[in-house]
T-cell receptor, first 114, second 112 residues
Framework: NAGVTQTPKFQVLKTGQSMTLQCAQD?????MSWYRQDPGMGLRLIHY???????DQGEVPNGYNVSRSTTEDFPLRLLSAAPSQTSVYFC?????????????FGSGTRLTVV | QQQVKQSPQSLIVQKGGISIINCAYE??????FPWYQQFPGKGPALLIA?????SEKKEGRFTISFNKSAKQFSLHIMDSQPGDSATYFC???????????FGQGTTLQVKP
């Protein structure tokens, strides 16, 4: 039981490049979310999904796209990377927001945009 | 605007002392208030959570106090231990929307 798997763990991009951060969970969770963590800003919600085929914007969605074609996978796409997107990105999943164990988080992807 | 405001940003407590972290929210539709704990290099993990129909919830050394009229809630860590040194986040959500909003985080250091 792997939980929430994020790849890659580290990435350096040049300004303007695009890339996809991968997130997969093997717990049959319906809810999945992407957060970015920046010093002093906490965890800010980028996009979230309540099931396959359903996604919605969070607090800071600009510059990011998501899709949810399967229950297991929830990739985050950076369309044209900017230095302001330098951050640690976390994917999380849960049966529901208020489920007993809450959200299970991945180990994060540290992204640097130069 | 920040929907969930957390303070202090950092906190230093002596071993055995009480750590108190506060959060305030604006959206009266919020009905679920969890606290998450994060160690360096790891993702956050659920610590304890409360719903607004109770004013307090205790699990071991960790207690959430909730004041619905003031739209505030706090985490109390009794008998704080060096192993409690971590970053703590409060959060809030409404209904079963799938949208969980976090506060800015508090870095706690417990000195031996």
């Amino acid at each position: 039981n792997a939980g929430v798997t994020q790849t890659p763990k580290f990435q350096v991009l040049k300004t303007g490049q695009s890339m996809t951060l991968q997130c997969a969970q093997d717990m049959n969770h319906e809810y999945m979310s992407w957060y970015r963590q920046d010093p002093g800003m906490g965890l800010r919600l980028i996009h979230y999904s309540v099931g396959a085929g359903i996604t919605d914007q969070g607090e800071v969605p600009n510059g990011y796209n998501v899709s949810r074609s399967t229950t297991e996978d929830f990739p985050l796409r950076l369309l044209s990377a900017a230095p302001s997107q330098t951050s640690v990105y976390f994917c999380a999943s849960s049966y529901s927001i208020a489920w007993a164990n809450g959200y299970t988080f991945g180990s994060g992807t540290r992204l640097t945009v130069v | 605007q920040q929907q969930v405001k957390q303070s202090p940003q950092s906190l230093i407590v002596q071993k055995g002392g009480i750590s108190i972290i506060n959060c305030a929210y604006e959206n009266t539709a919020f009905d679920y208030f969890p606290w998450y704990q994060q160690f360096p290099g790891k993702g956050p993990a659920l610590l304890i959570a409360i719903r607004p129909d109770v004013s307090e919830k205790k699990e071991g050394r960790f207690t959430i106090s909730f004041n619905k009229s003031a739209k505030q809630f706090s985490l109390h860590i009794m008998d704080s231990q060096p192993g409690d040194s971590a970053t703590y986040f409060c959060a809030a959500s409404s209904g079963n929307t799938g949208k969980l909003i976090f506060g800015q985080g508090t870095t706690l250091q417990v000195k031996p």
